[in-house]
């Protein structure tokens, strides 16, 4: 799908055209301290796809100036994530490499009379901030002379204070309007290990100083971010204006993209697996990149679903099953649909020989005929899902089998159930039938209609599989949860796992491989399968409101 005109983007041709760039230069900017969710698919998409559309380039650059939860395993797992949805960087940048450079732009702050070295500690700090509706007020400190800040900043990089003792502070305005515009905090003291940069440092940038000099430094045009740092932007501005940078980017933001069901934020998440409520960010229950993926939601279906929620200077929440619908237009016509009984019954058939079995030709996938064909195994035992036979047909609706009733089992024979074999809580554990070998599949056979053409699978050649079905992890919300916390609203049925058996042409099947099991729905094969059972998880429905 391209992506359709946005305003980002009109911006971005006016800006060529009236030549106050000569080519669009764009970075995606995450902080290597968590995986990738959903969400950041919209800011990837907005970032390679805008600057594409003009032949322009884009940066991967961590935003790694906090060292308190950053670690090398997100980095590479933030690299894995943009190759998979298939976007290259133009380059991989680091904002701990411009620390030097930020470090020298503080001094010249400082030089400037525009910084200064607090002592106020941080509660002290946001009670001076003041509020929306009053004023700040002057730290005492705020009139230290440049020699002093000078010596004081150079002190903290040097190691001589503890974390919070002090901070530098942008020389701004205790009363604007805006409190981003409050005299910011620029640096802070932490003396943690950086997971590039080791002990180097202990004072470290904050965001909103930082991220202005690294797309200065690196020549971004047009600054793309979400909605919430738009009052931002006026310090953004400011530190441009007052660091003398060489090269002046803009920022521009867009509204973040919610779905329901799935929250969207890297606590969450990192609580989620910190507490053992998943078995990790690739968890296919998780609204992560990996746990998409894993769950069997293609890069196609994802790059499709962000581009279709468009692009606004609002937040939006998009159903869920928008995002079925997405990969089940990518998959209908490509993937292979082989026989799955998640719910096994088994199904004998008394008058077909013992022992004998059968190949019978069966489409790759009904809709596709280039798909070719492939065998299926058929015999005396099979199994149907245990959804497909009642006892007493209840009523003409009824399409599947029952006593007394025939249908066709599909691509093979007609057969009848004539009794049922019951354990003794009184459990159906096997349906007595009888085929028409007139009847096979192909034979041109039209003397009657059957009730119905439901899927099986041999019993001989079937491969035991676990079935993963799952609902959202969050319930939905109703008056009385709704104020809870995200951890008192998880889904005890969020993961459901169903052993049945699926074809033998599956057994070569890989972590990835992606199907239409027939009647059942989109299903992936997961990395937790080994030799003597499958395992696959359910990625979505065949139709919207699908249930098992
Ligand atoms: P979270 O709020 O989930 O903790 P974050 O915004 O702090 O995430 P970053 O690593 O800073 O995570 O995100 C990188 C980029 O992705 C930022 O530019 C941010 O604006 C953008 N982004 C994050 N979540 C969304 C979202 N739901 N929709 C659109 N853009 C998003
Ligand atoms: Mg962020």
């Known amino acids: 799908m391209e992506e359709i005109s946005n305003y980002i983007k009109t911006i971005m041709a006016e800006d060529l055209k009236s030549g106050k760039v000569d080519e669009i230069v764009t970075r995606f900017p995450p902080e290597p301290n968590a995986y990738l969710h959903i969400g950041h698919a919209r800011a990837i998409i907005t970032n390679f796809e805008s600057a594409k559309a003009f032949g322009g380039k884009t940066n991967l650059r961590f935003d790694d100036t906090n060292p308190t939860k950053e670690d090398n395993e997100y980095v590479e797992a933030i690299k894995a994530d943009l190759e998979w949805l298939g976007y290259h960087p133009n380059n991989v940048f680091f904002g701990s490499d411009y620390f030097e450079a930020t470090y020298q732009k503080a001094i010249l702050l400082i030089k400037k009379g525009l910084a200064y070295v607090d002592d106020l500690t941080q509660e002290e700090i946001s009670k001076y901030r003041g509020t929306l509706t009053q004023p700040g007020k002057d730290s005492p400190y705020r009139n230290r002379s440049v020699e002093e800040n000078l010596d004081l900043f150079e002190r903290m990089r040097n190691g001589e204070f503890k974390d919070g003792e002090k901070t530098l502070r942008a020389k701004i305005d205790m009363t604007s309007s805006n409190i981003n515009m409050r005299d910011p905090i620029i640096y802070r003291i932490i003396h943690l290990e950086h997971h590039r940069q080791g002990n180097k440092w202990c004072i470290y940038p904050m965001y909103d100083f930082a991220h202005p000099l690294q797309d200065s430094f690196e020549g971004i045009t047009h600054s793309c971010c979400s909605l919430e740092f738009d009052n931002h932007r006026v310090l953004y501005d400011w530190v441009i204006e007052n660091t003398e940078v060489k090269h002046i980017p803009h920022q521009y933001e867009f509204g973040r993209l919610n779905i329901t069901g799935?929250?969207?934020?890297?606590?969450?998440?990192?609580?989620?697996?910190?507490?053992?409520?998943?078995?990790?960010?690739?968890?296919?229950?998780?609204?992560?990149?990996?746990?998409?993926?894993?769950?069997?939601?293609?890069?196609?279906?994802?790059?499709?679903?962000?581009?279709?929620?468009?692009?606004?200077?609002?937040?939006?929440?998009?159903?869920?099953?928008?995002?079925?619908?997405?990969?089940?237009?990518?998959?209908?016509?490509?993937?292979?649909?082989?026989?799955?009984?998640?719910?096994?019954?088994?199904?004998?058939?008394?008058?077909?020989p013992e022992g004998q079995i059968e190949y019978l030709d069966c489409p790759n996938n009904a809709e596709v005929l280039e798909m070719g064909t492939r065998k299926i195994a058929f015999s005396k035992y099979v199994y149907i899902e245990k959804a497909d036979f009642i006892e007493e047909k209840p009523n003409k609706k009824w399409k599947r089998l029952a006593l007394g009733v025939e249908v066709r089992l599909m691509h093979a024979y007609f057969i009848t159930a004539t009794s049922v074999e019951k354990d003794s809580a009184g459990n159906i554990i096997a349906v007595h039938?009888?085929?028409?070998?007139?009847?096979?599949?192909?034979?041109?056979?039209?003397?009657?209609?059957?009730?119905?053409?439901?899927?099986?699978?041999?019993?001989?050649?079937?491969?035991?599989?676990?079935?993963?079905?799952?609902?959202?992890?969050?319930?939905?919300?109703?008056?009385?949860?709704?104020?809870?916390?995200?951890?008192?609203?998880?889904?005890?049925?969020?993961?459901?796992?169903?052993?049945?058996?699926?074809?033998?042409?599956?057994?070569?099947?890989?972590?990835?491989?992606?199907?239409?099991?027939?009647?059942?729905?989109?299903?992936?094969?997961?990395?937790?399968?080994?030799?003597?059972?499958?395992?696959?998880?359910?990625?979505?429905?065949?139709?919207?409101?699908?249930?098992?």
Do not use: W
Request: glycine residues 6%; hydrophobic residues 35%; aromatic residues 10%.
């Open 262 to 352: 799935m929250v969207m934020s890297k606590r969450y998440l990192r609580t989620l697996v910190d507490t053992k409520k998943v078995t990790g960010y690739d968890d296919p229950r998780m609204p992560t990149l990996v746990g998409l993926k894993r769950r069997g939601f293609t890069a196609e279906s994802i790059k499709n679903f962000v581009l279709s929620t468009g692009l606004s200077r609002v937040n939006s929440t998009v159903d869920y099953q928008a995002l079925e619908e997405a990969l089940r237009d990518d998959l209908k016509l490509k993937a292979l649909r082989p026989n799955a009984v998640i719910n096994p019954l088994l199904v004998i058939i008394d008058n077909y």
């Open 433 to 548: 039938t009888t085929y028409d070998p007139e009847t096979k599949s192909g034979s041109g056979f039209d003397g009657r209609k059957p009730n119905g053409n439901i899927h099986f699978v041999e019993r001989t050649t079937a491969i035991p599989a676990d079935f993963r079905i799952f609902e959202a992890l969050i319930l939905p919300e109703t008056e009385e949860n709704k104020d809870l916390d995200f951890m008192e609203k998880l889904n005890p049925n969020s993961l459901t796992v169903v052993s049945g058996y699926v074809e033998e042409s599956l057994k070569n099947t890989k972590p990835l491989d992606h199907y239409q099991f027939v009647r059942n729905g989109y299903f992936t094969t997961d990395k937790d399968s080994t030799k003597d059972k499958l395992v696959f998880n359910c990625t979505c429905g065949l139709k919207s409101s699908f249930k098992l």
